[in-house]
């Protein structure tokens, strides 16, 4: 059973055959019926809000001839207590797929661990992978042109994540760029270096030491052909929201701070997004940030990912 929950779960031969169906599928959308989850309902079972990850994969199941079934955490009985193992086993007597929005990673995990369908980690404490993927898809559309090589074009290239720099996000960021062959600087609060668990984890893949972590953000823009950022409070977050926003204001992404990087480099943000906090407006509007293609691709890469998935390979 193949599942995803991180980065590494495909092999970079497998993430650039993703991406090209991901061009495919994109150019082709509407063009004709989709096949690949034909007579079959994929769950979605979410603990958090969502805007993006939910309507992009409820419209991708469609859209692939399947029936997406959105289940709120506290609509089902895990939310009363019923066991993860249990919801998973019950689950894949039923439907052909789990997409899974939560705050403990080890969840999905012993999801994938006790049920018979494939997961997909829509975004946990620790990882945000099919976010990754469409990030990394939306540079290289512009990297590698019709034709071009989308997985190759990531190669060498450099992003700066400023701000957040132990949420998900940021985890998942650095995972990805070591898979992908990017270099990935990271600047925030003295506090907030990547975790042991995030380096245990790039010591397990063989990418220990795969990034730099700096306080200063102009040394993490520097050279960077795309500059990243997220929210400074994330879900789960709330109660920390005023040390947050004093320790993180450094590093919001302004206009010279954007400036300090590449004059061709792109803004990057997986939204939502808070202005005037962790980005200035006028850089959320700059010609060069291409926030809402990114948005828009988690249709298309995600359904690249659960027709991978769907073949059971
Ligand atoms: N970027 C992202 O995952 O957005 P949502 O929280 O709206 O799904
Ligand atoms: N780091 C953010 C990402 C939202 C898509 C959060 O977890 O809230």
């Known amino acids: 059973m193949k599942h995803f929950l991180k980065e590494t779960d495909f092999s970079p031969a497998q993430v650039a055959e ?52 959105f289940l709120s955490k506290n609509d089902i009985q895990l939310g009363r207590g019923e066991s993860v193992e249990d919801t998973a086993r019950v689950l894949s007597r039923f439907v052909h797929g789990l997409i899974v929005r939560t705050y403990d990673h080890a969840e999905v995990e012993r999801l994938a661990a006790a049920g018979t369908v494939p997961v997909i980690n829509a975004l946990t404490d620790f990882l945000h992978p099919c976010q990754i993927y469409t990030d990394a898809f939306t540079m290289a559309e512009r990297w590698a ?24 996000m940021a985890n998942s960021w650095v995972l990805g760029a070591n898979l992908f062959g990017m ?66 204001a450094p590093y919001s992404v302004t206009a010279e701070v954007f400036a300090a990087a590449k004059p061709d480099a792109y803004f990057m943000h997986c939204l939502p997004a808070h202005p005037g906090e962790e980005v200035q407006q006028a850089v959320l509007d700059n010609p060069r940030s291409i926030i809402f293609d990114q948005a828009e691709n988690r249709l298309h890469v995600q359904k690249a990912i659960m027709t991978l998935l769907a073949r059971r390979d």
């Open 18 to 69: 993703l991406f090209a169906l991901a061009r495919e599928l994109k150019a082709t959308r509407g063009a004709a019926a989709g096949t690949a989850l034909k007579h079959q309902t994929w769950a979605l079972i979410f603990s958090k809000s969502s805007t993006r990850t939910r309507v992009s994969f409820e419209v991708g199941i469609h859209e692939l001839g399947g029936n997406p079934l």
């Open 145 to 168: 042109p019709a034709g071009g090589d989308l997985f190759a074009s990531l190669r060498g290239r450099k992003i700066a994540f400023l701000g957040d720099t132990a949420c998900n």
């Open 183 to 248: 270099k990935i600087s990271l600047a925030g609060p003295a506090g907030f270096a990547p975790s042991a668990e995030l380096d245990a984890l790039l010591a397990r893949e063989g990418f220990a030491g795969g990034y730099d972590f700096t306080t200063d953000p102009l040394a993490a823009v520097k050279d960077a052909d795309v500059v990243y950022t997220d929210v400074w409070v994330s879900m789960g977050k709330e109660e920390e929201k005023r040390e947050r926003l004093a320790l993180m």
